[in-house]
């Protein structure tokens, strides 16, 4: 079952989170209308559709002020698309998170790429190979979530007729620049709530979109190895180059 939310949250957290969530609510709205060519077919919204399970994970985990938010590119099929939560593979946000419950389902599904919510029984390898070295190193998700958060740059899921999965890179200059543009302010919006000292872009594209985004701001932006099982280096030990991605940059000293 999820665990229930504290009752003894501070005024200041109340507020970070109530930030959190209309800054989440105006993400959803803005990308909300926003139409796709060919050859994506099908745009979800995970926002939408799973928001209950998102605001869940903000309401938990978004308390407190952070030092560092690892940024990803956007949900993936069987992860924040089935989850509503950030590389959300279903064990790992049931039985570590402890976040599962009721998820809705995205108006014009793809029939390749149904929504089961907490029952899709497919594991997304990207968020099992992220949550199980955070929960390998910090042993429990408060301890993570202390002075860490996960985000993804673009809320949107796109896909093609075949159900293939389409990154938000891909789509042409003039649909991807309005979002690229809502999604920046969506993080600047992030930033200032949570007021991290640094964005670890999960993936190049991240760092490339927060340097962007985040230009002349004090924040110190890198990124490290994306866990996907397409990146070669990543299916050689992803979990220990990423650890000393880390650890060269002064944050994998200690928890």
């Known amino acids: 079952m999820p665990r229930p939310a504290s009752s003894k949250a501070s005024p200041e957290a109340s507020r970070r989170v109530r930030r959190l969530v209309l800054a989440t609510t105006r993400l959803r709205e803005q990308v909300q209308g926003m139409r796709f060519s060919a050859p994506v077919t099908h745009v979800y919204n995970p926002l939408d559709y799973a928001r209950a399970r998102h605001v869940a994970y903000l309401k938990r985990f978004g308390t407190t002020r952070k030092r ?10 069987f992860g ?4 509503g939560i950030p590389f959300g593979e279903v064990a790992a946000v ?14 014009g599904e793809h029939p390749k790429r149904r929504i089961l919510g907490f029952d899709c029984e497919r594991s997304e390898v990207s968020g099992r190979r992220l949550w199980g070295a955070i929960q390998d190193h910090f042993g429990t998700p408060e301890r993570f979530f202390a002075r860490h958060f996960i985000a993804n740059y673009c809320p949107l ?44 872009g999960i993936g190049a594209f991240a760092e490339r979109r927060a340097r962007e985004a985040l230009a002349g701001s004090d924040l110190q932006i890198a990124s490290v190895l994306h866990p996907s099982p397409a990146n070669p280096r990543a299916n050689r030990g992803w979990d220990r180059e990423v650890r000393r991605q880390l650890t060269d940059l002064g944050l994998c000293n200690g928890r």
């Open 94 to 107: 049931r039985d570590w998170l402890e976040l599962a419950g009721p998820v809705g389902r995205p108006h």
């Open 80 to 83: 924040m698309s089935q989850t």
């Open 68 to 77: 560092v938010i690892f940024l990803g590119m956007n949900p993936g099929p």
């Open 157 to 200: 899921v796109f896909m093609e007729e075949s159900g293939r999965n389409r990154t938000p890179d891909k789509l042409p200059p003039g649909e991807r620049d309005p979002l690229f543009g809502v999604c920046d302010e969506s993080l600047r919006r992030l930033v200032d709530i949570l007021e991290p000292e640094w964005i670890v």
